[in-house]
């Protein structure tokens, strides 16, 4: 992935309309944290603008159609660490469709049509078929899941997607018992997407991942963030969001998704196998052949390129999670 110093973007002042912690926490739990004053001082940070939202002001951007959740249940889904400013999440993107640029997709992406939309359930299932995307957000409880977002790169976000687990459709469409992989294609159609015509990447952008990674309740099949639905640059109408995974392995604007026996391969393996492995969990102690990934740096954060960098977590800290998913796995080896 193409390493660009694009950052000058990002001196916009925090708008004071993003989604408060209460919204996520459940007013109670907020208001208690407040009080026992273990909100901590990045929690703290949004008690004057929780107060604001309380009189009446939005709590969602208020960009886009609303899309709420419940919280989730899911052990790891709710970081309480400070959520990304929607105008990072929805302006600082990789989506090659549109462009290499950060700032290319929210720039270009507006002329993606996220209606009408299906999505193929091909391969090693009992029930394959389009599913059309009115179906899908009424196939299981939308919940909010506050995840962390680790780019190969070296950066990271912190958002509150809106959708529900994976594991609900992998449920509805009863995959057989020689399905062992699940590949996921998203759209690549020249007429909505000006950045195909650049061959950066083999089109379709293809991701794969192993059934049981796709049936873990982490892994999440999201059509809102921010308490809206998606917007095109992060991916709508809907993508994956694998959060104990680099960002790249979660697919936006999802078009296909295949039950396989075999490995799938993908997009950025193919592009550079010996940078991208199938697996891409997130690992500070296995750099990327070209830098170290031990350390990141969190959008947003005071001081730009010079902030303090955080040091990355084994599996971006969804490892009391996932952990076990790969125990025995030499991750040098299966990178
Ligand atoms: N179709 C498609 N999906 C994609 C990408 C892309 O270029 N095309 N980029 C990936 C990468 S590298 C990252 S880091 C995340 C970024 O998601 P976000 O823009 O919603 O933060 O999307 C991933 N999904
Ligand atoms: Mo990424």
């Not at 592009?271 to 170290?292: D, M, T």
């Amino acid at each position: 992935m193409i390493i660009r110093r694009t950052d000058n973007g990002f001196q916009h002042p925090v708008p004071s309309d993003i989604t408060s912690p209460s919204a996520y926490l459940g007013r109670r739990v907020w208001l208690q944290r407040l009080a026992l004053g273990v909100a901590g001082p990045a929690i703290a940070s949004w008690a004057a603008r929780d107060a604001f939202a309380q009189s009446g002001a939005p709590a969602r951007p208020g960009r886009l159609a609303a899309l709420s959740g419940v919280r989730s249940t899911v052990p790891g889904a709710t970081t309480v660490e400070t959520v990304s400013a929607y105008e990072h999440a929805s302006g600082y993107n990789n989506y090659y469709e549109f462009g290499t640029d950060k700032t290319d997709p929210a720039a270009y992406a507006k002329t993606l049509k996220p209606r009408p939309w299906t999505v193929a359930v091909e391969g090693l299932v009992n029930k394959p078929g389009n599913y059309d995307i009115d179906s899908l957000l009424k196939l299981a409880p939308m919940e909010e899941r506050i995840y962390r977002l680790r780019c190969v790169e070296g950066w990271s976000m912190v958002i509150p997607w809106v959708g529900y687990s994976l594991s609900a459709l992998i449920r509805q469409v009863q995959p057989q018992g020689s399905a062992k992989y699940v590949e996921f294609v998203t759209l690549a159609d020249p007429k909505q997407m000006p950045g195909l015509r650049s061959h950066v990447l083999d089109w379709p952008y293809v991701e794969g991942l192993r059934l049981d990674e796709a049936q873990h309740p982490l892994t999440l099949l999201a059509f809102g963030m921010y308490g809206e639905v998606l917007p095109p640059q992060n991916g709508a109408p809907l993508r994956l969001v694998v959060p104990w995974k680099y960002g790249f392995k979660s697919g936006k604007s999802l078009v296909k998704i295949r039950f396989t026996e075999q490995q799938p391969g993908t997009a950025w393996n193919r592009a550079a196998p010996q940078e991208y492995g199938f697996y891409s969990n997130v690992n500070p102690e296995v750099s990327h052949p070209r830098w170290s990934q031990a350390t990141e740096r969190r959008i947003g954060d005071e001081g730009g390129l010079l902030a303090k960098r955080r040091k990355t977590l084994m599996f971006n800290g969804y490892e009391p999670q996932v952990g076990q998913l790969y125990a025995g796995m030499d991750l040098r080896r299966w990178f």
